[in-house]
C-alpha cells in the first residue's frame, strides 16, 4: 500500500470521507502494534549495541560524583524537558535509601536563556551557562535528536576547553555531537524522532541506576532520602 493510500485508510477524514468505525479501530490497532514494535526493536538495538558504552558513561557520572563534581544538563525543545527529566531524576531520587545528587538542567532558567538569546543569539545559550557555572571535574549531558543543535556543541566545545566530562545523547548518525569527540556519545541509530526521545528516556533512566550502583560504597558519606 502507498503512502498516500496508507494515510487515506488511518486518517479518510482527512480525504473527504469517513470510515467505517470498526474498520478505524482495527486499523489503529495495526499502527499501534507496529508503533509499539519499533519502539522495542530501536531500543533494543541499541543495548544490543551500547551497553558497554553506556556503562563507562555510568562510571564518568559516577566519578564526578565521587570527586564533589556538579551533573550538568541541556536540550531544546523536547529534548529541554528530557534534560529537566535526568537533572530531577538525580537530585530527587524515587528509590528510598539513594542519596540525593546535585543535578542543574541548564534550559530552566528563563531569564537567561532570553537574556543571552536576546543579546548574542540563541546559539550562546548554554555556553555561556557552562562558562559561568562549570568548573573542571563536572558533567554535562546534552541531548539532541539530531545531534545537530548548534547551542549544545557551542557548549560542549567549551565545555571539553573547561575540563569538564562531555556526554551527548543523540539519534541518527549523531550528526555534529558525534563529531566533536564528546567523552561519551550515545547515538540511537534511527530516523524516528519519537522513537530516539523514547530511547534517551530509557538510556538516562539506566544510568541513574547504574551510578547509584556505583556509588553504593559512598552511601555512608553521602546524604540519603527516604521516602516519607
Same mark, same amino acid.
Given at each position: 500500500m502507498g503512502d498516500n493510500a496508507t494515510l487515506q485508510s488511518l486518517y479518510p477524514f482527512l480525504h473527504g470521507r469517513r470510515q467505517e468505525p470498526g474498520a478505524m479501530n482495527a486499523a489503529l490497532l495495526e499502527a499501534l502494534d507496529e508503533k509499539v514494535g519499533r519502539? #522495542?526493536?530501536?531500543?533494543?538495538? +541499541? +543495548?544490543?549495541?551500547? =551497553?558497554? =558504552?553506556?556503562?563507562? =558513561?555510568?562510571?564518568?557520572?559516577? #566519578? !564526578?560524583y565521587q570527586r564533589d563534581g556538579r551533573l550538568f544538563t541541556m536540550g531544546n525543545g523536547g529534548s529541554s524537558c528530557d534534560a529537566a527529566h535526568v537533572a530531577v531524576? +538525580?537530585?530527587?531520587?524515587? !528509590? =528510598?535509601? #539513594?542519596?540525593?545528587?546535585?543535578?542543574?538542567?541548564?534550559s530552566a532558567d528563563r531569564t537567561m536563556l532570553t537574556a543571552v538569546a536576546n543579546d548574542v543569539g540563541y546559539d550562546h545559550v548554554y555556553a555561556r551557562q557552562v562558562i559561568a557555572?562549570?568548573?573542571?571535574?563536572? !558533567?554535562l549531558i546534552g541531548l539532541s535528536t539530531s545531534g545537530n543543535s548548534r547551542n549544545l556543541v557551542k557548549a560542549f566545545v567549551r565545555a571539553k576547553e573547561m575540563g569538564l566530562t !562531555?556526554?551527548?545523547?543523540a539519534g541518527m548518525s549523531g550528526g555534529e555531537m558525534a563529531k566533536i569527540g564528546l567523552d561519551h556519545c550515545l547515538v540511537v541509530e534511527t530516523d524516528s524522532i519519537h522513537r530516539i526521545q523514547e530511547c534517551h528516556v530509557t538510556i538516562y533512566h539506566v544510568l541513574w541506576d547504574l551510578v547509584h550502583s556505583l556509588l553504593a560504597d559512598d552511601r555512608g558519606s553521602l546524604p540519603s532520602v527516604t521516602s516519607e
Open positions: 519502539h #522495542r526493536d530501536v531500543i533494543s538495538a +541499541f +543495548f544490543s549495541k551500547n =551497553a558497554q =558504552a553506556v556503562i563507562d =558513561a555510568a562510571h564518568a557520572i559516577a #566519578r !564526578t531524576e +538525580f537530585q530527587h531520587p524515587v !528509590t =528510598a535509601g #539513594r542519596p540525593a545528587l546535585t543535578a542543574i538542567d541548564l557555572q562549570g568548573r573542571a571535574g563536572d !558533567t !562531555t556526554m551527548g545523547l
